[in-house]
């Protein structure tokens, strides 16, 4: 009797497997490969035709990678050109039903088969999401379920000391952080809308949250103050900036204060701050670091401050790491020079929100890609010197702001000139009187 059972549980699968195939549906590598084929992948010479050849498949929980030997003539670029192609070629719903014979196995028979059935190609047309790389051989992971559009900042349990949420990625649905010790700076990019600064203003706030007694803050916005301003009278920030001019006096400020730690860390005998033990570190952060690109200035006085400034934050990349400062830059115009070289060069982590173009793109990464990313709030490319991967930053709103960063809000005196051109302390009574826009206060 069991036998009969089991006999007919799999000659019904077999049957509907075929008819599955009758209806003229293939598996994922039957329609990559005719996907390949029909966007002229394939590499003609003479009267031969050679194909990327499929060197290995693996099965995940997360779905599957496919792992192809690309033909003489072709580059890893002519593939990723045609990367809307495969992932809309994988999501059409003729070739998407692809059921497997796990699919099969857990069909029950003894129950009714239709509802299973449907149940089995709802599941399977669920939006695939693709992921394309190269390491010698070309890697095409095909997601069976698409990333979340929104991860809550609320919701998240991350590290400590020095590590930042970055977001989360498809495989396990993990959440992947950002430890500025083992990776001190970072350069961030992004069109408009996307999800920047936001990523900023979650950084900002764990770090005060987490190291609220070690985090020495040096915030610089130049989009006249809209993206920091819930941060101006944290007790952890020294510094803010909001306009070239006081950018350029913030960044001589930081660079003065290296030099300062470098004389006691060479009179203590430590190499670092890590060697002399010291807990404090302090980071720079630039949102909109274009708006200090020379290249746009329109008097030979603007192009002074403006190389002058490249210069300060430059020598924050360089020198920075080891005296315990890191250094942030964020654009949302990744054009040409807009990030200067030795800060991309000494930023071995980089994070890129969708761009307009495959040259912005570059300009972020090196590579292309972030204009290939969905429009989605949030989703971005995070690269570091030995891995890149696709996450789903975590939304932070205004309020959650607010509520965590309060206990350290306090009321600071700050310096100001008076007409004489001395300097002359002042206090600020409350949050409502706000210092002058494009003016640079300096915290005791």
Not at 105 to 128: G, H, S, T
Not at 149 to 165: C, F, H, K, Q
Not at 196 to 217: A, E, H, R, W
Not at 402 to 430: C, F, M, V, W
Request: hydrophobic share 35%; net charge positive.
């Amino acid at each position: 009797m069991l036998l009969e059972i089991v006999s007919s549980a799999v000659m019904g699968g077999v049957a509907l497997y075929a008819q599955i195939r009758r209806s003229g549906l293939t598996n994922e590598s039957e329609k990559l490969n005719k996907i390949f084929s029909l966007t002229g992948l394939n590499v003609r010479d003479g009267d031969k035709t050679y194909t990327a050849q499929m060197v290995k498949k693996i099965n995940y929980p997360w779905g599957t990678e496919y792992r192809y030997r690309i033909p003489l003539g072709r580059s890893f670029e002519d593939y990723h050109s045609k990367f809307q192609h495969i992932q809309d070629g994988l999501n059409n719903r003729k070739t998407v039903l692809n059921f497997t014979l796990s699919d099969l196995k857990n069909i029950d028979f003894a129950a009714p088969i239709i509802p299973q059935v449907k149940a089995l190609i709802k599941k399977r047309i669920a939006n695939k999401e693709v992921e394309m790389a190269f390491d010698g051989l070309l890697k095409i992971k095909v997601y069976n379920h698409p990333m979340p559009e929104m991860v809550r900042y609320e919701a998240l349990s991350y590290g400590d000391n020095w590590t930042v949420p970055v977001g989360q990625i498809r495989e396990g649905n993990t959440i992947i952080t950002h430890d500025f010790e083992q990776i001190p700076h970072m350069v961030v990019g992004g069109a408009t809308r996307y999800g920047k600064s936001n990523f900023l203003g979650m950084v900002i706030t764990t770090l005060i949250v987490q190291q609220p007694d070690n985090v020495k803050l040096t915030l610089i916005d130049l989009k006249g103050g809209v993206e920091f301003a819930d941060y101006q009278d944290a007790k952890q920030v020294i510094r803010y900036a909001e306009e070239p001019q006081d950018a350029e006096k913030a960044l001589q400020a930081v660079v003065e204060e290296m030099r300062g730690k470098q004389l006691a860390l060479k009179k203590s005998g430590a190499r670092n701050v890590q060697e002399a033990r010291e807990k404090v570190r302090h980071f720079v952060i630039v949102d909109e670091v274009g708006e200090l690109n020379p290249d746009e200035a329109v008097t030979k006085e603007e192009r002074a401050l403006k190389e002058r400034c490249q210069t300060y934050m430059s020598q924050i990349a360089r020198l920075g790491a080891g005296l315990g400062y890191r250094l942030i830059l964020a654009t949302q115009y990744p054009t040409g020079d807009v990030i200067p070289r030795a800060c991309k060069q000494n930023a071995d982590a980089k994070l890129c929100f969708r761009v307009q173009t495959a040259t912005a793109s570059r300009v972020v990464l090196d590579e292309t890609g972030a204009e290939a990313l969905p429009k989605i709030k949030g989703r971005a490319i995070y690269q570091t010197a030995d891995k890149r991967q696709i996450v789903q930053t975590p939304l932070i709103d205004t309020q959650t702001i607010r509520k965590a960063i309060q206990p350290y809000i306090t009321i600071k005196p700050r310096k100001e000139q008076n007409d004489a051109g001395n300097l002359r302390e002042t206090h600020r009574e409350d949050r409502t009187n706000p210092s002058q826009p494009g003016q640079i206060r300096f915290f005791e």
